[in-house]
């Protein structure tokens, strides 16, 4: 049987069946954890977000509609990159071309502006035989091909030292549960600290549904087998 053990104005506890641990329920969602974690609430200015914590570790968490992002794959990565320049492939192709044309009178310019122009855009391997037309000593796996006011042009997609540590050390995991999206990311290097999180976001990417993000800081204080198992028993109730 689950028995309540406790409540304040904010959250409610229940204590499980193994009598080590209990749910914590914040009535829009819910997380099962060791029953010494207790719930604080911090100030947040545009969402729900607060900690959930004993004597060494803390998890965070942030619940409103601009929730923090999850990590991605590295095919998730090149996906959401084909069919538009990423920002960094942008500036390296605004170098190429005479932005004159396009400044306004305060001599700024619209990035955008320039990019709706592009034609026959597409994402392509790179290799040995290719030469670039900006950031040729840039390493990348892809390229991108394009025509611009009659001019082919090939700029690399770079990938940041950031983004490549989080596709070789994220083991991650994306699946569906209650109309949410579910990611839940496990950070895998020992010897560099950063968050595991779960992500849930809504299906059909409704404006006017929360978002739910749990992290932990890599720390060394919980094994990554606990953490797992704790992120799994996230669950957020559809609002």
Request: with cysteine; hydrophobic share 30%.
């Amino acid at each position: 049987m689950l028995q309540l053990s406790s409540c304040d104005k904010d959250v409610v506890y229940v204590k499980q069946e193994d009598g080590q641990n209990h749910l914590i329920d914040f009535k829009s969602f819910s997380i099962i954890v060791p029953v010494d974690f207790k719930f604080k609430k911090q100030k947040g200015i545009d969402s729900y977000i607060g900690k959930i914590e004993n004597d060494n570790t803390t998890f965070h968490f942030d619940y409103g509609l601009y929730s923090p992002r999850p990590p991605i794959t590295k095919e998730q990565f090149y996906e959401n990159n084909k069919k538009e320049l990423d920002q960094k492939s942008t500036q390296l192709f605004l170098k190429l071309i005479d932005l004159q044309p396009y400044r306004d009178k305060d001599n700024r310019i619209n990035p955008l502006e320039i990019t709706k122009k592009i034609k026959n855009l597409s994402l392509k391997v790179m290799h040995d035989s290719i030469v670039l037309s900006k950031g040729q000593n840039t390493i990348c796996e892809y390229y991108y091909s394009f025509e611009f006011e009659n001019t082919e042009f090939k700029i690399p997609l770079p990938i940041s030292k950031k983004e490549s540590d989080d596709f070789e050390y994220y083991e991650i995991k994306t699946d569906t549960i209650n109309n949410y999206q579910r990611t839940i990311a496990i950070w895998k290097n020992k010897n560099v600290e950063n968050y595991s999180s779960v992500n849930l976001v809504p299906l059909h990417n409704d404006p006017y549904k929360k978002e739910l993000w749990v992290g932990i800081n890599t720390d060394k204080k919980m094994s990554t087998k606990q953490i797992r198992e704790i992120l799994e028993t996230v669950t957020l109730k559809d609002n």
